[in-house]
């Protein structure tokens, strides 16, 4: 993966800019650290840092078609079908001078248009200005893996992959107001909205066109409810067929590959896939697999309404059973407080974590992986897509008139302390959610004649593959692209999301548990103990001296008088939360008033980090 970034101005000549998309290019060197370029011309200026995964000598960016008057892009991404693109293109007259995707992709322009998007399989971001007509054309993935933010001004526009390069512009300041602030808090993840004021993030599976009389918006792909054909068996071998092809594609690459494997389905059946399509292709080196853990955490650990049961056990199993080289990064509660590495995913995520300790350990895991290989598998986007979370199964959750989510939400305490801080009501979050989930209500496709049970369970399917996957993936990108590492996520190819999204939700629960489709899917292949084990979140660490060092990190904000986080809590209603007994705080991921005080001690650091202007 790399990053972009660039500015389009109709109204200055920007051909003595170049220091300025440097600058803003420079903001990203993680996600590129293996080359960087500029291009310049009177109208735009692009910028690009590149992480070489295909292709290492020939994919120089930002990449031109000809001389200057020919288009030129700056990409991120990878398109996982470019061996036969480039070949229709090649039966076409075109003529290659690298290996590259990102050649495939800018050549795909030059003979289809913005319409070559439709043709594109993969996890990409790019930016094409074609000097002939003077567009900019800014265009994501279907589903919204690789990031794409945009700034308009007053006679262009300012892009990048990340808000900090667009921050880096002289001409924008980090603003966040009362909507921002309402987005922030309300774990809701709106499509197209960025937090700060006057950016906005490309939609998923869509082109943002810029032209001297402003910019249009269209969309390329979306989707769609259709009836469900197939019978039961037909639907097993169809999932287990497209993931077998997914897998096997997003293995290619010029650098070594792995996966990401916590023990649960997900990630063990891309990891055993994998393994699979690697011995068909006769590579006999086992595949990488990585875990991560907390130092005493089988020992201490407690069953609850989240986590069952450990997941390590499980993981090592799921190695040993399909041949890989299995690591795994142990971790302890000095790792995941380490200031550096809380700056770092700060600095990762331009805004304050969203899932506590999650956020760090994550990053750590992927930084340990990234001493070892460039490219990892992950198991994201199964749990939306066949129904894994708790809330697909809690009655009271799917007949909730609110995303699902937010059942646990209350349930962990999290609801409960931001009304204690007065941020529930002094941001109104209540009328916010309901806002947003009525909208994406009214966006649902749904199937004539549909009712009942099943038109409410894809109800449910469509927030949490637009919404609540959208935040994760957004979470493993940055965190990811933080220590360099490009992380593909095969339940993402949306040949697979437009199937799976249409199989009844009888037929995905067909067993009475949750991913029953998919654990069908994948009987033979991983051990029976994965896959009639409960899904398991992310791992949280249950070391109780984790609290009390968080309680710490608390005190010393409220000890600064002047803390930037009484813009938006005081200090008693903060001491609401630190009164309560010690040990009292639920281990819920981004649902539990712990994550809250993460939250609060977190925004406190980013409004000085990045100079942050809070408007009430």
Excluded at 20 to 40: F, I, K, S
Excluded at 221 to 245: G, I, S, Y
């Amino acid at each position: 993966m790399c990053g972009l970034a660039g500015w389009v101005s109709y109204g200055r000549d920007l051909t003595e800019a170049a220091d300025v998309a440097e600058a803003m290019t420079q903001t990203m060197t993680c996600r590129g650290p293996d080359d960087g370029g500029v291009w310049t011309s009177p109208r735009a200026v692009l910028g690009h840092r590149r992480l070489a995964v295909i292709d290492l000598e020939g994919g120089r960016q930002p990449m031109a078609a000809g001389d200057r008057s020919q288009p030129v892009i700056t990409y991120t991404g990878e398109v996982y079908n470019f061996t036969e693109l480039r070949a229709e293109l090649e039966s076409l007259g075109h003529v290659f001078r690298t290996t590259s995707d990102t050649e495939v992709v800018l050549r795909a322009y030059l003979e289809w248009g913005a319409s070559f998007a439709e043709r594109l399989n993969g996890i990409y971001a790019f930016a094409v200005w074609d000097p002939r007509t003077e567009e900019l054309l800014l265009i994501r993935d279907r589903m919204g893996v690789k990031p794409l933010y945009y700034f308009p001004t007053a006679d262009g526009v300012l892009f990048g992959s990340e808000p900090k390069a667009i921050l880096a512009h002289d001409e924008v300041d980090a603003v966040v107001d009362a909507e921002g602030l309402r987005e922030m808090f309300s774990i809701v993840k709106t499509p197209g909205h960025a937090v700060f004021q006057g950016m906005r993030e490309v939609l998923p599976a869509t082109v943002v066109r810029f032209t001297r009389d402003g910019h249009t918006t269209d969309t390329y792909w979306q989707l769609t409810a259709r009836e469900h054909t197939d019978d039961l068996p037909a639907t097993v071998a169809r999932v287990r067929e497209l993931l077998e092809d997914i897998v096997d594609r997003q293995l290619v690459a010029d650098v070594t590959v792995g996966t990401l494997l916590s023990g649960g389905l997900d990630s063990s059946a891309v990891t055993a896939l994998a393994a699979a399509a690697r011995a068909r292709r006769g590579v006999t080196e086992p595949i990488r697999a990585f875990s991560v853990d907390f130092a005493g955490h089988e020992q201490r650990f407690e069953a609850n309404v989240q986590w069952e049961d450990p997941d390590t056990p499980f993981a090592v199993e799921v190695a040993e059973r399909v041949g890989a080289e299995h690591i795994i990064v142990t971790l302890d509660n000095d790792d995941i407080l380490d200031p550096q590495v809380r700056g770092a995913v700060l600095r990762a995520q331009d805004l304050p974590v969203s899932t506590g300790d999650m956020e760090y350990s994550l990053y750590l895991l992927c930084r340990a992986l990234k001493e070892r290989m460039t490219v990892a598998l992950s198991g994201e986007a199964a749990d939306e897509l066949f129904g894994g979370y708790t809330w697909f199964h809690d009655k009271e959750a799917v007949e909730l008139d609110s995303f699902p989510w937010h059942h646990p939400f209350e349930k962990a305490g999290g609801i409960g302390a931001l009304r204690e801080v007065g941020l529930w009501d002094r941001l109104g979050l209540g009328d916010y959610v309901k806002r947003r989930y009525t909208e994406a209500l009214e966006e649902v496709p749904r199937l004539p004649g549909e009712t009942g049970h099943e038109a409410r369970m894809r109800e449910l399917t469509y927030l949490n593959i637009t919404r609540w996957e959208n935040f994760l993936l957004d979470r493993k990108d940055r965190v990811s692209m933080a220590v360099s590492l490009e992380v593909r996520v095969p339940f993402t190819d949306h040949r697979l999301v437009e199937y799976v999204y249409n199989t009844p939700w009888a037929m995905k629960n067909f067993d009475g548990r949750e991913k029953s489709l998919l654990r069908e899917a994948m009987r033979g292949v991983l051990p029976d103990s994965v896959l009639d084990r409960k899904k398991n979140p992310y791992p949280s660490t249950q070391d109780g001296s984790y609290e009390t060092a968080l309680r710490g990190l608390v005190e010393d904000v409220l000890a600064d008088g002047d803390a930037p986080v009484f813009a938006i809590v005081t200090e008693q209603e903060v001491r609401r939360l630190l009164d309560r007994p010690a040990g009292s705080y639920a281990v819920g991921g981004p649902w539990s008033a712990r994550a809250v005080l993460e939250r609060l001690v977190e925004f406190n650091t980013w409004v000085t980090a990045y100079d942050v202007r809070v408007e009430l």
